[in-house]
């Protein structure tokens, strides 16, 4: 078999929830990059490149484009798509720091891989060791009583783990998780997340002002680079710290655990380049004894079928995962995945198993 054409193209999905925002800025909209691999067989893969907002990536739709039309797609036409690390390699010989759009490739070969032989995805890799994972929902940093009534009204649909933005003001952020404890009673588990908002001082001074209120979790707390300030975050407070942007790869994954920045690791798709890279990361952690779950990126069905295909094939995994974002999202094209009282299972079909509107992102054909 081998690969004869690559087309990406983009789609926009509309955010539902209103004023969603993190303290890096807010996006209502998402542009996604839908890609489709074809080969000499007539079996054809699709996937997803999540760009991101440009102040969280750096990057936009527009190189995404570029790169996977014009040098990514052309470099691998004629090869065997089963050889995924030499295409990885290839990719990665042409351009450095493009993990996103890699993302987008990694995935339609997975779900090409996965119909050519006619098995799920996970079983690409290892199979399932569990048969579906504990979703983490997020909520945006709205104020602290509409984020109260809005994670009352998820905690209802059957959720169980919340993650919450924060990163305004001391007094507004303690209130924030002050007064969804009180809205969700002493059961749900609670991260709370500030995307870089703080200096190390700052950040413990508030997540100590927060442990009456039972915090599981703290992600992300000082800037990506500031390694020194989030060690010494992790050494202040009750709650183990997760490293977000901090980590796009193994190396940056071996560089935290030997600062002893953060008790836990983000796992993403988009960000580290695909399953096969970020499986990667996850044998380092694994390696070092530090716990993982598997982040998010605003998107569609297909990323989090993606997502939970490989959240449920790690062996160390415990901690809920942020599988369920699609929810929020209108224009999704995919469909045949859906989240059950709080809990995601991988679809049943050949490759991610998630239908796609091959019409609908302009790919059909």
């Given at each position: ?90 990719l990665e010989s042409l351009a450095r720091t493009a993990e996103r759009a ?80 009180d809205a969700v009673g002493p059961d749900v588990m609670i991260t709370i ?96 004894g530090i716990e993982y779950l598997v982040g998010t990126a605003p998107g ?66």
């Amino acid at each position: 078999m081998k690969i004869t054409k690559v087309r990406a193209v983009t789609h926009e999905v509309q955010n539902l929830i209103t004023g969603w925002k993190i303290s890096l800025g807010t996006k209502d909209t998402h542009e996604l990059i839908f890609v489709r691999i074809d080969t000499d067989e007539k079996i054809f893969g699709v996937g997803v490149a999540s760009p991101g907002a440009i102040y969280i990536s750096g990057d936009t739709g527009v190189h995404h484009l570029e790169l996977i039309n014009n040098i990514f797609g052309p470099a691998i036409v004629g090869m065997d798509p089963f050889e995924l690390e030499a295409i990885i390699r290839k990719l990665e010989s042409l351009a450095r720091t493009a993990e996103r759009a890699m993302a987008g490739i990694d995935l339609a070969l997975h779900d090409l891989m996965g119909k050519a032989l006619g098995l799920p995805a996970n079983k690409l890799f290892g199979g399932a060791v569990r048969e579906g994972v504990r979703v983490n929902r997020l909520m945006g940093m709205y104020p602290p009583q509409e984020m109260a009534e809005k994670c009352k009204a998820v905690v209802h649909k059957g959720y169980t783990a919340l993650k919450l933005k924060v990163g305004t003001t001391l007094k507004e952020d303690v209130e924030r998780v002050q007064r969804v404890r009180d809205a969700v009673g002493p059961d749900v588990m609670i991260t709370i997340d500030f995307n870089q908002a703080c200096s190390a001082k700052e950040a413990i001074q508030r997540i100590q002002k927060m442990e009456p209120y039972d915090v599981a979790i703290v992600e992300q707390p000082v800037k990506a680079a500031d390694l020194k300030g989030m060690a010494l975050v992790r050494q202040s407070v009750q709650p183990r710290v997760m490293a977000d942007e901090s980590v796009n790869n193994a190396a940056e994954a071996l560089r935290i655990i030997e600062s002893g920045a953060a008790d836990i690791i983000s796992l993403k798709i988009p960000k580290m380049g695909g399953i096969f890279k970020v499986r990667k990361v996850a044998a380092v952690c694994e390696a070092a004894g530090i716990e993982y779950l598997v982040g998010t990126a605003p998107g569609s069905r297909l990323l989090d079928a993606a997502n939970v295909h490989l959240a449920v094939s790690l062996r160390n995994l415990t901690l809920p995962c942020e599988i369920g974002e699609f929810e929020r999202m209108a224009n999704d094209p995919c469909s045949g995945l859906e989240i059950v009282e709080g809990i995601s299972r991988p679809p049943q079909a050949p490759g991610l198993g998630v239908e796609v509107d091959l019409v609908k992102v302009g790919l059909a054909g």
